[in-house]
């Protein structure tokens, strides 16, 4: 049995790899293979990611490390993955390929297509869980649909996993060996193989300033938040001048860290439910793949975003002339990172204040966050939108000058980002925070309104049954 083990640049680790494992426990031989697909890594593209680039090509050479130190080598191809892996399969004579499942639309699309191929070649792709804790489409309402509010989706995963033999699997340790690259796929790979992409390969210039990539660096992460961040995570982990949170994010868009790996080293109830909040993004996701290009809730389906290029321009630059959205704006452009509170304000401040598209912010932070991840990041603009899957109200608007004073109370985050601030260098505001506020929630009004009076239909069959949340209107629903 020949194995061709397919990483495909979520699950960039040897620790708790599912088809690694897999591969291994057939007893035969073993090729990991990474394929340097255009569709990511065509270097206009590649330098419209830098930040997430420079993470994934910094953790794929640490895999490449860690596989030749067990005695392997990752074979390296350059093409369309629908095309490639078809090709190696046949010429490498391998019996099977295995991956890791993504949750993406493309992603399946893709899967879809390489499926096919290798049947018409009597080969099998298989695609094995392990991006979220259980696997998409497992959690379902009385009614069997997908859930649409996240505490009822919490419960049913606790329900789930804590019936007996259903809790989550602890990680397994990396293997200590593997088998050598057999030698007629060495020997292919000297003429046929493709070098690891680096970042000057891509035209990427390095930002020092991002966390460090691979495996180790993660597991370093994970350490350093329990021995010294757990304790304070509550309460820290919405403050932005407080380093109080885990930084682990890329590290499970990525996959140098198993999401069981963080699940089963961390008991703390918070931090679980935001490992749940992940969760449910993805599975979401799953099930309702439309949410990439549309509102989750039909009812905001069109609804009359601006077209303001003056402001997009000053959000994105970090000139509003609001401390906390502009310091938000370029700790983003510099580092690849903004804390979740920062990130709900900046979100909330575009798509309320600016009335201004939140997917033109999503691609933005898609773009230039180094844990940009279609799922997560999607469900963080909506909920902020006010238009998602069991999202913020669209009535409440955060104010971001006492969202400042509440989460960075001695200004020491705005401060840092912003030197100017205090001087005649840095801006007014371009809006007035209560008339922005009363036009967004006028212009919500009518529309929701007209929409109602309309005789489209209220949400499309695809998206499943949205429970009520009439009573959750009342409660502040707790933020991701
Ligand atoms: P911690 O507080 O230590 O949380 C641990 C882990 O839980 C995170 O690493 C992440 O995997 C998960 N998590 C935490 N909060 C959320 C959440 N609200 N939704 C889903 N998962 C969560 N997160 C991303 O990973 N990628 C994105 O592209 C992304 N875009 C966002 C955009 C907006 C507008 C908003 C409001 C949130 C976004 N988030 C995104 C969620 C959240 O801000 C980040 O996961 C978090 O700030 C990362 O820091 P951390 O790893 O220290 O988080």
Not at 437 to 453: P, V
């Amino acid at each position: 049995m020949r194995t061709i083990v397919w990483f495909r640049g979520k699950d960039l680790r040897v620790a708790d790899h599912a088809p690694l494992r897999a591969a291994l426990a057939g007893g035969g031989e073993v090729v990991p293979l990474f394929v340097v697909d255009p569709y990511f890594f065509a270097p206009e593209r590649a330098r419209a990611i830098a930040h997430r680039m420079q993470f994934l090509v910094d953790s794929l050479g640490e895999l490449a490390e860690a596989i030749a130190a067990r005695g392997s080598r990752l074979a390296v191809v350059a093409g369309r993955s629908v095309e490639v892996v078809p090709e190696v399969a046949e010429r490498w004579r391998a019996d099977r390929v295995v991956a890791q499942r993504w949750c993406e639309p493309f992603a399946r699309e893709r899967d879809r297509r390489v499926t096919e191929a290798l049947a018409g070649a009597g080969r099998r792709l298989e695609l094995l869980d392990g991006e979220t804790l259980l696997p998409p489409a497992t959690l379902r309402t009385k009614a069997g649909t997908p859930f649409a509010v996240f505490t009822q989706f919490a419960r049913a995963f606790e329900r789930a996993t804590s019936q007996a033999g259903a809790a989550i699997a602890p990680p397994h340790a990396a293997p200590r060996a593997l088998p050598a690259l057999p030698r007629d796929v060495a020997a292919d790979l000297r003429t046929r193989g493709a070098p690891l992409p680096t970042l000057a390969s891509l035209g990427i210039a390095r930002e020092p300033r991002l966390v460090p990539a691979g495996e180790a660096a993660a597991h370093a992460r994970l350490r350093r938040f329990r021995r010294s961040r757990v304790a304070a995570y509550e309460t820290a982990r919405d403050r932005m001048d407080v380093d109080g949170t885990s930084r682990l994010s890329q590290d499970l868009h990525f996959g140098t860290l198993s999401i069981r790996a963080a699940w089963h080293a961390v008991a703390d109830a918070k931090f679980r439910s935001e490992l749940l909040w992940r969760e449910f993004a993805h599975h979401t996701l799953w099930d309702r793949p439309a949410v990439l290009a549309e509102p989750f809730n039909a009812k905001w389906h069109g609804f009359p975003y601006r077209r303001d290029d003056r402001g997009w321009q000053a959000w994105v630059a970090g000139t509003t002339g609001y401390p906390v959205v502009d310091a938000a704006a370029r700790q983003l452009l510099a580092e690849g990172f903004v804390p979740n509170r920062a990130r709900m304000i900046a979100a909330s401040f575009l798509t309320k204040h600016l009335l201004i598209d939140y997917r033109r912010g999503e691609a933005h932070y898609l773009a230039q966050l180094t844990d940009g991840d279609w799922a997560n990041n999607n469900l963080g603009w909506q909920w902020s939108a006010g238009c998602g899957c069991d999202a913020q109200p669209y009535f409440r608007v955060f104010n971001p000058t006492t969202q400042g004073e509440r989460f960075d109370p001695d200004g020491a985050w705005v401060r840092r980002w912003i030197p100017e601030l205090g001087t005649d260098a840095y801006p007014a505001p371009i809006v007035d925070h209560a008339a922005a506020r009363e036009r967004f929630l006028a212009t919500a009004r009518d529309y929701l309104r007209r929409r109602s009076r309309s005789s489209e239909p209220a949400a499309p069959d695809t998206r499943g049954s949205a429970p009520s949340r009439g009573r959750r209107r009342t409660a502040r629903p707790a933020p991701p």
